[in-house]
């Protein structure tokens, strides 16, 4: 099944944008004042009691976990919550899919949508690195593609979680099992190697992992590991979240 035909797609993003500008006050509060707020509190907070971590001061090291984490968080809730809502309660796709649009189109449209969302979030926590001193050289700005390609793939998989669900309730087990210990286990707050080597075999599974892998010498002109596998990674990771979405909610809006 093709995931998309051209860009019929992008009357979906459109609609969404266009709710979103509405409320863009309370938007942009919620998805950029909490991850701030751990970039300042912990940063210096915590920071002062860290010292370096890798050679960097803490709040350096925290900027880029930090802008990865907040962009799968933003993606996340925007494709499961929103989505959910758009999906069951305002029946909105069911309009949509009365139009000259399938599944697909709803499903890509949606996940650029928390891709966006995630871009927004990223360039918010990357201006206030950059003023903090927590940002070097201009290849830094790398770091926003790559931060919409994490709002992709983790908007994806909310979807396929929103596909599964039949109440809101059903994504405290998604925060819980998976999101969580992934924020707390891909180098977000802590360099991997003060883990046991087990927990490091395992976080290279995670695809946060290879976004922060990519992101923080970015950011702090550090050595770039492989880059084309951290980027085949979670690309991958999306394009299968894609295909799993579409077939889902095929499935339950469609029969």
């Not at 593609?145 to 059903?170: E, K, Q």
């Not at 990771?237 to 295909?243: G, M, N, R, T």
Request: hydrophobic share 55%; net charge neutral; charged share 10%.
């Amino acid at each position: 099944m093709r995931l998309t035909d051209g860009v019929r797609w992008l009357p979906v993003w459109w609609r969404n944008f266009r709710v979103w500008r509405k409320l863009l006050g309370a938007a942009l509060l919620g998805n950029i004042g909490e991850p701030l707020l751990y970039l300042i509190a912990l940063g210096y907070g915590l920071g002062a009691f860290v010292g370096q971590v890798d050679g960097l001061d803490y709040v350096t090291f925290l900027a880029s976990g930090i802008v990865c984490s907040s962009a799968m968080n933003t993606a996340s809730f925007e494709g499961m919550y929103s989505a959910y809502t758009r999906m069951e309660v305002q029946q909105t796709w069911i309009s949509m899919l009365t139009a000259p649009l399938g599944i697909a189109d709803v499903v890509v449209g949606e996940a650029m949508w928390a891709a966006t969302k995630s871009l927004i979030s990223a360039v918010a926590i990357y201006i206030v690195a950059a003023a903090l001193g927590a940002v070097s050289g201009w290849a830094s700005l790398w770091v926003l593609p790559i931060a919409f390609l994490v709002g992709l793939c983790f908007g994806a998989w909310a979807l396929v979680i929103t596909a599964l669900s039949h109440s809101y309730d059903t994504f405290l087990y998604y925060f819980t099992l998976i999101l969580t210990p992934m924020l707390l286990l891909s180098g977000v707050f802590f360099p991997l190697d003060a883990m046991p080597p087990a927990v490091g075999y395992g976080a290279a599974l995670f695809p946060l992992s290879h976004a922060i892998a990519l992101v923080r010498p970015l950011m702090t002109g550090g050595e770039l590991g492989p880059v084309w596998l951290h980027l085949t990674v979670v690309g991958v990771y999306a394009a299968v979240a894609l295909v799993i979405a579409v077939r889902l909610l095929n499935r339950r809006l469609m029969t």
